[in-house]
């Protein structure tokens, strides 16, 4: 009889045990395939763009699609939230921070865990995602702000940090969350005294309550774009367009401050407000003393050949020299500026008394034509709303700014001397170390005794600004 015994596999407990092994494998396996389907399809089809789904889909491919934010042991996910809730002391809405959606989804997660049971996994999922979402605004929002100044206005060339993906991810590579929360709020007194005054509800002198806490929202905003100073050791002139001063801040003090005149804000006849002083930093590397004054085309063609067309003498009366082809015409009166293309000819204004830039112009690069400078209309100083310039800012006390930037000596004196001559000649004088100059638009601050100080919105950007963070559900009401 033949014997086939060797034909017939005899499974043992190895063998099962093995086999059991290999199935439990594939199992996990396939649950594990499953939940990354699961966890792809919330990322896609629930997340709005603002809840920066590329961001999250890019963090979570390195995580295997697993969720990491509710799983930590160490910080409870209630906490997160709570942390979250001080968005408000930054003039912020809870709900652009999604808390009004985490905090219903975080109950149920809990009810669920003291029961012993388990969220259903794509709610799971959906909880972490907006909670990881919450995370990466709020590192945005600190560290950069939410909007983009150059957004709200055509006249804004600060330089000015865009957000950086890995900077703000840099959240979930923190060892303590929570540390990291704390050192990106901004830290400087003028953010400090300003969210002070959030929370203590006073009004300014000349604002309600409601109004002032709405412009502090507004200003707490712009104190997180990163367009600041980056040493405050480095001296530099600091304008604040809406409240009409200038500054030499040296060390984060001021040592010397003015008046100044700025551009005109929007008016009916000019609704895109051609006349506004931008908003712009730059290095002040020269100033020309008795300066001549290259009128530029539009205040010719709107201004000047209006002047000279009422006056044949106001051109010789006011020191204009006029240009045809390079050369200057020795009768401007005899044109007729009411039907001349005004397109063909140059205007420049000598030096002397009448030169509206006065006896000294401060020079900065910049692609808005616009520059620090002197000026022969001093009444204007007296008055409180000084947006009345073509854009340039009139500056109260020229000289003490030339000695707070060149320093007292040789070169100061030479610069004295210029200005006070009979006969003025425009020479030009650099300075021997550029010096940073800011031209900016703050609308609220704390002074140096502690109160509030609120400012007209004369350009409108307050307005603006509010208008797209309400949009967006970004401020607190």
Known sequence: ?????????????????????????RERMKQQEDSILVFKKVLKSDLNPKDYPGWLDSLYLHRQYRTFVLDQILLKPEIINDYLRKTMDHGLDTNFFS????????????????????????????????????????????????????????????????PDSARIMRIFEASDLLVFLDSIQPSSAAYRSLQEALRSGNGAINRNKADAAQTIKLNLERLRWKNKPNDETVKYVWVNIPDFTLDVMEKGI???????????????NDPEGSKETPQLNSMIYSVQVNPIWNIPASIARKEISRYASNDPYYLSNNDIDVYKNGKRLSAPQNVDWGTADIAQYTFKQRPGEQNSLGKIKFIFSNNSSVYLHDTPARSAFKKKGRAISHGCVRVEKPLELALALFGAGKTFDQIKTAMQRSYPRAKYIGLP????V????????????GLLQIRNDIYGLDLRLYEAMKNRQMISE
């Open 433 to 436: 170390v550029k010096i940073p």
């Open 254 to 268: 001021s040592t010397l401050q003015m008046k100044v005149c700025v551009g005109e804000g929007r008016t009916d």
């Open 1 to 25: 009889m033949q014997d086939n015994s060797s034909a017939i596999p005899i499974k043992t407990a190895d063998t099962e045990a093995q086999e059991k092994v290999r199935r439990q494998a």
């Open 438 to 449: 800011y031209l900016t638009y703050i609308t609220a601050w704390t002074d140096a005794k």
């Open 99 to 162: 808390l009004n959606e985490i905090g219903p989804r975080l109950r149920e997660f809990e009810e669920q865990r003291s029961r012993s049971k388990t969220l259903k996994y794509p709610e799971k999922v959906k909880l972490e995602l907006v909670m990881t979402a919450a995370l990466l605004k709020y590192s945005e929002a600190m560290q950069y702000g939410l909007v983009r100044p150059d957004s709200l206005d055509k006249n804004y060339f600060i330089k000015t940090e865009a």
